[in-house]
């Protein structure tokens, strides 16, 4: 998997958006980045993933750089059950696994 | 409801007693992969198979044996537990590959005394 690198931690207001940034400058033309999030102890849970465009689903919205070096995930409206880890990960075509780095811990605040 | 059951969710066994995790999706998908996930290691895939009869080890398979004779079930055998075992367990299942979206079950907590 190309590397990626995130916050360690970061947070926000309830109500408010919450923009994660990840790094992936090693991300080749044919690898899409995935995004997944883990709330406390359960199992993690697919987000959104894209390859060049920005994507938008009822969970969240992926904005990808042209360069597609970095990536934002979007949460427009972040509620106390958003709290969880995020994961960005982006698989190579020939992976068997996807590699869970440390992620971000986002905390929601009230 | 599309989903991956895994049973037990909690269980806490002594060491060298054999013992089964079972996973079950109702997708029809091809691939499936065991995760352990402890604190400060992150998740670690255990093995994975990519369709019926075709299984291999991901990066942590030592103590641990699977099988696949069907496409909706991937059990996790531990065939004689120890405590470095004690972990949280996760199934996850996809069309095909990493690259596909995973679907994850809800965890085993395992404790090996």
């Known amino acids: 998997d190309a590397k990626t690198t995130q916050p360690t931690s970061m947070d926000c207001a309830e109500g408010r958006a919450a923009n994660l940034p990840c790094n992936h400058s090693?991300?080749?033309?044919?690898?899409?980045v995935y995004w997944y999030r883990q709330i406390h102890s359960q199992g993690p849970q697919y987000i959104i993933h894209g390859l060049k465009n920005n994507e938008t689903n009822e969970m969240a919205s992926l904005i990808i750089t042209e360069d597609r070096k970095s990536s934002t995930l979007i949460l427009p409206h972040a509620t106390l059950r958003d709290t969880a880890v995020y994961y960005c990960i982006v698989p190579m075509d020939s992976s068997y696994k996807l590699i869970f780095g440390s992620g971000t811990r986002l905390l929601v605040r009230p | 409801e599309a989903q991956v059951t895994q049973n037990p969710r909690y269980l806490i066994t002594v060491t060298g007693k054999k013992l089964t995790v079972t996973c079950s999706q109702n997708m029809n998908h091809e691939y499936m992969s065991w995760y352990r996930q402890d604190p400060g290691l992150g998740l670690r895939q255990i093995y994975y198979?990519?369709?019926?009869?075709?299984?291999d080890k991901g990066d942590v398979p030592e103590g641990y044996k699977v099988s696949r004779k069907e496409k909706r079930n991937f059990p996790l055998i531990l065939e004689s537990p120890s405590p470095n075992q004690t972990s949280l367990y996760f199934c996850a299942s996809s069309v095909q590959g990493a690259r596909d979206t995973q679907y994850f079950g809800p965890g085993t907590r395992l404790t090996v005394l």
């Open positions: 090693t991300i080749s033309g044919n690898e899409y």
């Open positions: 198979s990519m369709n019926v009869e075709v299984t």
